[in-house]
């Protein structure tokens, strides 16, 4: 098992390696430069102090000496400056050591894609293992279009319904932002619960569009496992019905659905860019939104980096969980 | 906010269908109590600053916030002439070559220490710096030589006279000397804690969420009624709304569908004040010059009269705009009101294109001349909805007299870099924001018709530039007002681009704040002087 992990930890670098490479060459296909956004249009810029700035930023360089300066600086950790117009370290603008916890931007996606992501399961599973138990009854079919209205319902449309619903018609929840006006002078457990109302519009928003994937894997994962052998031995010894779905079914399906939870790490992370945007939370999402529209390179890089490496970690954390699952895949 | 762009000019970005610059118009709230001290209002921004130093600052909320806590100079009075700001006064010698500022006594800087001369040649200083990343240098390096007379006399001397010269000493360019000598000004604590003179004072600046400030008791102008100003970072327009509905916004710039119809209602009629006043800006359809079929007058001016602006104006701006006859707002000492203007009128067009050799000769409801069909393209920015829509009304209207209008939208950067820039378009549809000084040299001077320069639909009137350094090399408004009408008529005859639309800035704000008047150059101009009469507070906070 150790040398498994070993094995995969290794095979992680040249991926990262790839990842970035690629990310950043795409990143340069992309016409403009960092420097329009000062420059550009402006008839106060000479053609001269636009090759200064130019000069500066190090962009004056040929593409793959500028990677493999990049490249030297992450390897110690060091993601470099932003060329927005603040020229903060990128890593302070994403964990600011100066903020709480709660108010590091990457903190703050990671909490709400966690909490979305149980969220998911949570009500998903159930969902889709009592779609198969009772396969094509009202209750499937209802659930069915249920979870496929919020697969097809634009994201920022429904959260702006919520918006109007519960912060304005029922006045009970925050329409946007990530802490109340007052926040620093409420106690802890105000603080708390300040934070809480916050996350209950984003976090239900993101998990509603995730439901119907996850259940209709479940679904149709839990009706292939129930039609096999195995399952009509243990009906036929007369184990209650429970017993069955649960203790003998439920593991086998839920296999799938551990791969699934791998790979859904990009998704969230791209998902997180549409809704800190709408509800108007200081995520890493909402940074990367801006950085792009800025072509902040450094900034963009550095997210896509961890983006990419979230992504692995999450792949390698499947893999783990699978072998734990399925004792065939760890006797190998 | 206009102050600062006193002598910039730049493309409106899609960000500005949403103003965040607040600015007003004619109904005043009635005196309705005692001015009182206390309260905070709370403004919503879809753009976060990056930076709060003023001349490092290259975005319009960074300008917001750090207009607030740094003054300049000179300032534009409502009546659009400069006044002094930190400036008591100031002589400009007969040759229009030399300016000396006699600066204020006894303004402090929010930590105690005197503002004097030497702070404004620290910053003048830093500006022209080499090492400086700002996109501000140019108007600076004009200066042939700066020198601090006393402590409270500044003078600078150019080598031309320069008419912009006086306004550019506005905001950009004082910094506090004590703080920042000897220290690299992008690296300095000063960039997200800037300690300023004006009216309010950074107290904290959460990043993505918000800026509080909080009112400078020792204003040289005052103290702020108003204790606390907080800048709210809502990225998403709609959100913002909602957010103003529920009261947790005091102000923001609204769209002309939210201006007209979604705050048309009793709730916000009774809590909140609507202002309406031209932008310092315009929208136009600029024609390549370069390009065979529109070199011709007589195509550009057949093109105008089959276009309708008042219904432009009505359609995309729901009326809140004005149609545009030349490159100034209406109602301004600049702007000449007797130009050519075209009418929406389709004979006069048909026959300009008679003239030019445009005729249907094959049937098939399309222009052709030479074998060849009148058929082109509009380019135009992707994610202003504006423009699009202006353009398929353009497309409509060119459709009726026979020629064949395509669109495109293309992102911001590909647009400039892949088509302005290398000259691959044949007509387009932009918007220029413009200063208060009516200086357009850099847009229509046919010397600056090289890539990244902005006369890029290559326009070339020897008159008009003759016009164009007679306008900027005298202080004489008389003279340079008689300069730049005449542009105007050239314009209006020659039309590079035709003018078409001045849209209106839309702010609204939550009607319990009073003291607002409501002038040309906007509301903000007098933050400090707004109000919320004791009994109307609703943020109380501990002094």
């Not at chain 2, 996109?135 to 006279?161: G, I, M, N, S, W």
């Not at chain 2, 490159?327 to 050519?340: H, I």
Request: net charge neutral.
């Amino acid at each position: 098992m150790l040398t498994y992990l070993l094995k995969r930890l290794l095979e992680m670098i040249p991926t990262l390696i790839g990842i970035t490479l690629i990310s950043f060459l795409i990143l340069q296909l992309a016409p403009g430069k960092p420097t329009d956004v000062l420059t550009e249009m402006n008839p106060k810029i000479t053609p001269e102090a636009r090759e200064r700035l130019e000069k500066l930023y190090g962009l004056d360089k040929p593409i793959m000496t500028q990677y493999w300066m990049w490249m030297k600086r992450v390897v110690k950790l060091d993601f470099g400056e932003s060329f927005t117009t603040d020229r903060r370290p990128v890593m302070d603008k994403i964990w600011d050591t100066k903020l709480p916890l709660i108010d590091r931007r990457l903190f703050i996606t990671f909490l709400i894609n966690v909490l979305s992501t149980v969220l998911i399961f949570l009500i998903a599973i159930p969902i889709g293992i009592s779609s198969a138990t009772h396969q094509n009854s009202l209750f499937d079919k209802i659930s069915t279009v249920f979870v496929f209205t919020g697969f097809a319902m634009p994201g920022f449309w429904f959260a702006l319904l919520l918006m109007m619903l519960f912060g304005i018609y029922l006045d009970v929840l925050p329409i946007s932002g990530f802490k109340s006006m007052e926040y620093e002078s409420l106690s802890l457990s105000g603080q708390i619960w300040d934070r809480t109302k916050h996350l209950i519009l984003p976090v239900f928003v993101s998990s509603f569009g995730g439901l119907a994937g996850i259940s209709r894997y479940m679904r149709s994962s839990m009706l292939e496992v129930i039609k096999q052998d195995y399952i009509m031995t243990a009906r036929a010894k007369g184990l209650p019905d429970a017993t069955v779905i649960y203790k003998h079914g439920l593991r086998n399906a839920l296999l799938p659905i551990i791969t699934i939870l791998g790979l859904s790490v990009p998704g969230l992370i791209g998902g997180s860019v549409i809704f800190e945007q709408v509800f108007g939370i200081p995520g890493m999402g909402q940074l990367f939104y801006m950085s792009v529209m800025m072509r902040d390179y450094p900034m963009v890089m550095c997210i896509l980096t961890i983006g990419g490496f979230l992504t692995l970690v999450g792949n390698m954390v499947a893999d783990i969980g699978y072998s734990l699952a399925d004792p065939r895949i760890r006797a190998k | 906010m206009n102050k600062k762009r006193a002598s910039l000019l730049y493309l409106i970005l899609a960000a500005c269908v949403i103003f965040t610059g607040i600015e007003g118009r004619a109904a005043d709230n009635s005196e309705s109590g005692q001015p009182a001290y206390g309260d905070a209002l709370i403004t919503g921004s879809i753009g976060e600053p990056s930076i709060l130093i003023p001349m490092l600052a290259g975005d319009s909320a960074s300008h917001d916030v750090a207009g607030l806590i740094f003054n300049g100079l000179v300032k534009y009075n409502t009546d659009l002439t400069v006044i002094g700001d930190l400036a008591e006064s100031w002589d400009i010698s007969s040759d229009g070559l030399v300016i000396t500022f006699n600066l204020k006594k006894g303004v402090q800087w929010t930590d105690g220490v005197e503002f004097t001369a030497d702070d404004v040649m620290f910053g003048y200083k830093t500006i022209i710096n080499e090492k400086t990343p700002t996109p501000y240098k140019e108007d600076y390096l004009q200066v042939k030589k700066a020198e601090v007379l006393d402590r409270y006399t500044f003078r600078v001397t150019y080598d031309k006279p320069f008419a912009p010269a006086l306004t550019t000493w506005g905001s950009l360019i004082v910094l506090p000397k004590h703080l920042l000598e000897g220290k690299d000004i992008t690296k300095s604590d000063l960039t997200r804690k800037p300690v300023g003179m004006g009216m309010y004072i950074l107290n904290r600046w959460t990043s993505g969420q918000e800026v509080v400030l909080d009112s400078n008791k020792n204003y040289f102008e005052g103290r702020p009624y108003i204790n606390r100003y907080i800048y709210k970072i809502i990225p998403d327009p709609a959100t913002m709304f909602l957010e103003l509905q529920s009261g947790s916004v005091d102000m923001m710039g609204l769209t002309p569908i939210q201006f007209t119809k979604q705050t048309d209602t009793d709730f916000f009629i009774k809590n909140f004040q609507k202002y309406r006043y031209p932008v310092f800006s315009y929208t136009y359809m600029g024609f390549n010059l370069k390009h065979p079929w529109f070199k011709d007058k007589r195509v550009r001016q057949a093109i105008a009269y089959a276009i309708d602006k008042g219904e432009i104006v009505d359609v995309v701006l729901f009326g809140l705009g004005s149609p545009a006859t030349g490159p100034y707002v209406p109602n301004t000492w600049v702007y000449n009101p007797d130009v050519k203007k075209y009418g929406h009128d389709i004979k006069k067009s048909m026959e300009l294109l008679k003239d030019a050799g445009w005729e249907d000769s094959d049937g098939d409801g399309v222009l052709d001349k030479d074998g060849k069909k009148f058929e082109f393209s509009v380019l135009t920015n992707m994610g202003n909805s504006l423009r699009v829509k202006t353009a398929t009304i353009i497309q409509y209207r060119l459709k009726k007299i026979g020629i064949k209008m395509n669109i495109r939208a293309l992102e911001w950067s590909t647009f400039i870099n892949e088509f302005i820039d290398k000259r691959r378009f044949e007509t387009v549809i932009l918007g220029w924001s413009i200063g208060i000084d009516p200086d357009q040299y850099d847009i229509w001077h046919s010397s600056k018709t090289k890539e990244k320069e902005f006369n890029f639909v290559s326009y070339n009137n020897p008159e008009v530039d003759e016009l164009l350094e007679k306008g900027r090399r005298t202080f004489d408004i008389d003279k340079r007002k008689e300069a730049y009408h005449r542009i105007q008529e050239i314009l209006a005859d020659e039309l590079p681009y035709i003018f078409l639309y001045v849209p209106d800035a839309t702010p609204i704000v939550h009607s319990r704040f009073q003291g607002i008047k409501p002038t040309t150059i906007g509301i903000s101009y007098n933050l400090h002087k707004w109000y919320v009469p004791k009994s109307l507070q609703k943020h109380v906070m501990e002094q």
